[in-house]
């Protein structure tokens, strides 16, 4: 079956731009969590979504960054003014409903601002 | 504040012989560790888990440690394969308010040589 795909899997903007980055989970995954790897850096914790709970946003870094997931299945990642320390790969997994459950990542997004 | 900790971060061993990747953790409530391993332009994937109920699991090549009263974990391969040159994450679900969080360390580089 096919696995969590993500897209671009390379984004190059300018800074200041506004940019989306897309996950699609695995069907019948309940959970999504979105996560960035910066250089050298390990993985951070972003934003996660369960069923239909309210996401729980604590990493997010800054207002600027916010995340949808419709209708249960695909997510998207919003950056606004997008600044030079945002370059980063962003990370997408799903699991099947949460919890301890082993996560199944996306080949990740590699995001570069100039 | 790093709740997982992964000192080395990089390690070279031959082929045939035994790696050793070794996890720090602080906090006394993580009850489940896992274990992903990552190659370059690809999302982590899950490898092996433990509980805390457990000190040890092992699956193939693969044996995780867990030490509660060291607060320490390591992933023991042997024998070590090229194939297993990756990066390797260890990682803990953290439950908040109805939610998981997934705290990584910072991931350590593994290099078997031929």
């Known amino acids: 079956g096919a696995g969590v795909s993500q897209s671009p899997s390379n984004k190059v903007t300018e800074k200041g731009k506004d940019v989306e980055l897309r996950c699609d989970p695995i069907s019948g995954h309940t959970a999504l969590y979105w996560y960035r790897q910066s250089l050298g850096q390990g993985l951070e914790f972003l934003i996660y979504?369960?069923?239909?709970?309210?996401?729980?946003k604590s990493g997010l870094p800054s207002d600027r960054f916010s995340a949808e997931r419709t209708g249960g299945s695909v997510s998207t990642l919003t950056i606004q003014r997008t600044q030079q320390e945002d370059s980063a790969v962003y990370l997408c997994?799903?699991?099947?409903?949460?919890?301890?459950?082993?996560?199944?990542f996306g080949p990740g997004t590699r995001l570069t601002v100039l | 504040d790093q709740q997982v900790k992964q000192n080395s971060p990089s390690l070279s061993v031959q082929e045939g012989r035994i790696s050793i990747l070794n996890c720090d953790y602080t906090n006394s409530m993580f009850d489940y560790f896992l274990w992903y391993k990552k190659y370059p332009a690809e999302g982590p994937t899950f490898l092996i888990s433990i509980s805390s109920i457990k000190d040890k699991n092992e699956d193939g090549r693969f044996t995780v440690f867990l030490n509660k009263s060291a607060k320490h974990l390591s992933l023991h391969i042997v024998p070590s394969q090229p194939g297993d040159s990756a990066v390797y994450f260890c990682a803990a679900p953290v439950k908040g308010s109805g939610t998981y969080k997934y705290i990584f360390g910072t991931g350590t580089r593994l290099k078997v040589l031929a």
């Open positions: 979504f369960q069923g239909n709970s309210a996401p729980d």
């Open positions: 997994a799903s699991s099947f409903r949460g919890g301890g459950n082993e996560q199944f």
